[in-house]
């Protein structure tokens, strides 16, 4: 039993690939989006004071999910106490706002007759983020390397 803990325990393969996402790849991406969609909007600010808005409101709830995001893969990465619970609240707090996102525009006032392709491409996006935090949590709980590294004490919330 113990070779077989020995074997898996350390921050490699999936768990490594998880560290960088969160670190690099995810924050990157974001950030980038972010970018794009507040210079795609802005010369429609003046006429849909919402759209400002919307992007304001996207924008804050981004970068506090960009640091979020680092943070629970430096986290991981370090291995410290409760990285896999920081981690799982990471990825719980991106999938409430991957689902507030899709309200959102609605929320602000942002019709889907004035930037229709907008809200499809928003809404096919939430869809395939939600499936990768799914996906990236279910891995929290279901590893060997995790359970591992980070002892089952970690693994309940």
Wanted: glycine residues 6%; positive net charge.
């Amino acid at each position: 039993m113990h070779n077989r803990e020995t074997q898996y325990k350390g921050v490699r393969g999936w768990l490594l690939l998880l560290c960088v996402c969160l670190t690099v790849l995810d924050p990157f991406s974001a950030f980038m989006t972010l970018i794009a969609a507040t210079n795609a909007a802005k010369p429609h600010f003046d006429q849909y004071p919402e759209l400002f808005r919307l992007v304001l409101i996207g924008g804050i709830c981004s970068t506090f999910l960009i640091v979020f995001s680092i943070y629970a893969g430096l986290s991981l990465w370090r291995v410290v106490p409760n990285a896999v619970t920081t981690a799982k609240r990471y990825f719980i707090s991106a999938f409430i706002y991957a689902l507030f996102s899709m309200f959102l525009p609605v929320i602000v006032g942002v019709s889907e007759k004035t930037f229709p392709e907008f809200s499809q491409g928003a809404s096919i996006n939430n869809a395939i983020v939600i499936v990768y935090l799914a996906i990236w949590y279910l891995y929290l709980m279901r590893s060997k390397r995790v359970k591992a590294t980070y002892g089952t004490e970690n693994l309940g919330s």
